[in-house]
């Protein structure tokens, strides 16, 4: 086992190379929608990026491009590049008319009724920001996140993002609990198989109480319904054996059919042992509080539940978790959007950001009492990673997360499938400021 890393109490430096994946982002709120909005999260990280101009093309040079190109899927691809330029409506209105391909067609349509609802949500948006009456304010965030949700082309109902009220989950030992987590796993393949029989031998050593996931449960586009025939086969048979609750989270290719987010929260979870009792939700186990949160559409709704929720536990330890990372020093890098909305709520109050969608296992340096941790190794093809300074530790490797925690300590601990431990950090501190220490 290798050295425990001595983690300093103070906040680590928070630089950045500034250097971003050319895989678009969904902004927060409104700005998803509204025209000219920032870089937005797209619904899956497509391989098949079409050729497009050079960076910030105008409506001419895509539309250039798009009568060049043969290739229904790279058409389509510029189709939706064109959404948010001046005068897209009337050219996205002919396409959709005359274009051939359905396919082509649908992008589109897509297109179209993003800018349409954007109109909507920036009424509502401004009316959201002038709010300050609390009931009012809730409602009006209920009000845009729908919205949202239409103009992404999603089903999901409210009564399925929606928190139900923090629930127990019981552990083995009274004030102890242990936890496996791992992400960007459901490929299929023979690495998914692979770490799924590593986690069954380590927890045949050491008994798990509960699993979380960081989401792309489900490649490339998520699940069409809550019954579908893959679920036995890409999960209850790899991970039905450990036989714990596994309490899920949705990633990018989570959501790329429009009812896979619905179909995901809605399975019925039995000898599988899934548990998704809505797109965001929190649960106290032993001397932990875990927050799950739907990075992928990141509302005003949902952040102040979070808020709400983080400011109501009294819990000793207190993990957040979900797909996009805040910070990495993976091909994706960080998240400005995130680092805007989301850290500011965890700063001082959460103790550790679990998440994905990087495809390696990283520990990046605290901030403000926040460590953050991407287990994104539970299966998918892996991807190359430079540290920076501020990694105490990342590496492109297969594996998965474990995180054991009592009244006194939270530890964490990145394996690989032969079970060896990568990396492992202690935290002893409070909400406020944790810290670490090297192992007696």
Known sequence: ???????????????????????????????????????????????????????????????????????????????????????????????????????????????????????????????????????????????????????????????????????????????????????????????????AGAMQRAHADKRFDLALTLGDNFYPAGMPTPTDDRWRREFERLYGPLRIPIFATLGNHDWVLADSPAAEVMHAGGADGWRMPATRYSFVAGPVQFFALDTNLVTRAQLDWLDAELGRSKARWKVVYGHHPIVADGPYGDDPALAKSLLPILRGRANLYLCGHEHDLEHLAPDAGVHFVIAGGGGAGTYPITPSPRALYAAAKNGFAVVEADRKTLSVSLLDADLKVLHRFTLTGGADEPKAVSPP
């Open 1 to 195: 086992m290798p050295p425990e890393r001595h983690i300093p109490a103070t906040s680590a430096e928070r630089h950045r190379r500034g250097r971003r994946a050319g895989i678009v982002h969904l902004a927060l709120l409104a700005a998803v929608l509204l025209a000219a909005p920032p870089r937005v999260r797209s619904q899956v990280d497509s391989d098949e990026q079409a050729a497009a101009p050079a960076a910030a093309p105008n409506l001419e040079q895509l539309e250039q491009a798009y009568r060049a190109e043969r290739d229904d899927k790279k058409r389509a691809a510029l189709v939706g590049k064109m959404t948010w330029l001046p005068g897209a409506p009337e050219l996205l209105r002919k396409i959709l008319a005359t274009d051939p391909s359905d396919e082509v067609a649908l992008a589109a349509g897509n297109a179209w009724r993003r800018v349409l609802l954007g109109e909507i949500l920036g009424g509502l948006q401004g009316r959201l920001d002038a709010a300050s009456d609390p009931g009012r304010r809730a409602r009006l965030a209920r009000e845009v996140e729908r919205y949202q949700v239409f103009a992404l082309g999603q089903n999901l109902p409210r009564f399925l993002r929606e928190a139900p009220p923090v629930f127990e989950v019981k552990t083995r030992s009274r004030g102890k609990v242990r936890v496996l987590a791992f992400g960007d796993f459901g490929d299929g393949g023979s690495h998914q198989e692979q770490i």
